[in-house]
T-cell receptor
Framework: GQNIDQPTEMTATEGAIVQINCTYQTSGFNGLFWYQQHAGEAPTFLSYNVLDGLEEKGRFSSFLSRSKGYSYLLLKELQMKDSASYLCAVSPGSRKLIFGQGTELSVKP | EAQVTQNPRYLITVTGKKLTVTCSQNMNHEYMSWYRQDPGLGLRQIYYSMNVEVTDKGDVPEGYKVSRKEKRNFPLILESPSPNQTSLYFC????????????FGPGTRLTVT
């Protein structure tokens, strides 16, 4: 089957760094995405990885290891507005997209 | 403004009464997709379309139909809604580019009684 696992909830302090992990098992691999979703809103795109390594974009970075079926999203200099759900999604091919359940991140002062 | 629109945003209906949720995008995107989001289950793909007249099933297509007669529109049809289709529905679109970042509509909250 196809499976994507990420922690349900995480809590971090404003100004700190947090790492959200995602592991996956899929029939194929055509890229891994991270989306951010604030409560009551639509998901918005954060990053895309298809090759191994780290992709940095401002305060957010995403890492991929295809051999380990593993990715993480790193958020630096946390701000209160970063409180949201973070969704890991994998494309097994043919433009299908499988999402994990999401990680609810709470940033506290 | 580049956007994906969905209508209606909220809908309460009864079992068996056919309904259509519309989705439209103004970015000339080839790819469009429908998802439902349920607590504890995350986002699950219902149907997707690679281009006009090209559609394919996602993970949870049962009870839904779609059509793609025009590039900008991708309606979701529930021929005979049932209470287990009560959910939050999102439409999304993306270009055919390598990273295919998806742009999501604002969501439609459907309740079937």
């Amino acid at each position: 089957g196809q499976n994507i696992d990420q922690p349900t909830e995480m809590t971090a302090t404003e100004g700190a760094i947090v790492q959200i992990n995602c592991t996956y098992q899929t029939s194929g691999f055509n890229g891994l995405f991270w989306y951010q979703q604030h409560a009551g809103e639509a998901p918005t795109f954060l990053s895309y990885n298809v090759l191994d390594g780290l992709e940095e974009k401002g305060r957010f970075s995403s890492f991929l290891s295809r051999s380990k079926g593993y990715s993480y999203l790193l958020l630096k200099e946390l701000q209160m507005k970063d409180s949201a759900s973070y969704l890991c999604a994998v494309s097994p091919g043919s433009r299908k997209l499988i999402f994990g359940q999401g990680t609810e991140l709470s940033v506290k002062p | 403004e580049a956007q994906v629109t969905q209508n209606p945003r909220y809908l309460i209906t009864v079992t068996g009464k056919k309904l259509t949720v519309t989705c439209s995008q103004n970015m000339n995107h080839e790819y469009m997709s429908w998802y439902r989001q349920d607590p504890g289950l995350g986002l699950r793909q219902i149907y997707y379309s690679m281009n006009v007249e090209v559609t394919d099933k996602g993970d949870v297509p049962e009870g839904y139909k779609v059509s793609r007669k025009e590039k900008r529109n991708f309606p979701l049809i529930l021929e005979s809604p049932s209470p287990n289709q009560t959910s939050l529905y999102f439409c999304a679109s993306s270009s055919a580019g390598l990273t295919y970042e998806q742009y999501f509509g604002p969501g439609t909250r459907l309740t079937v009684t």
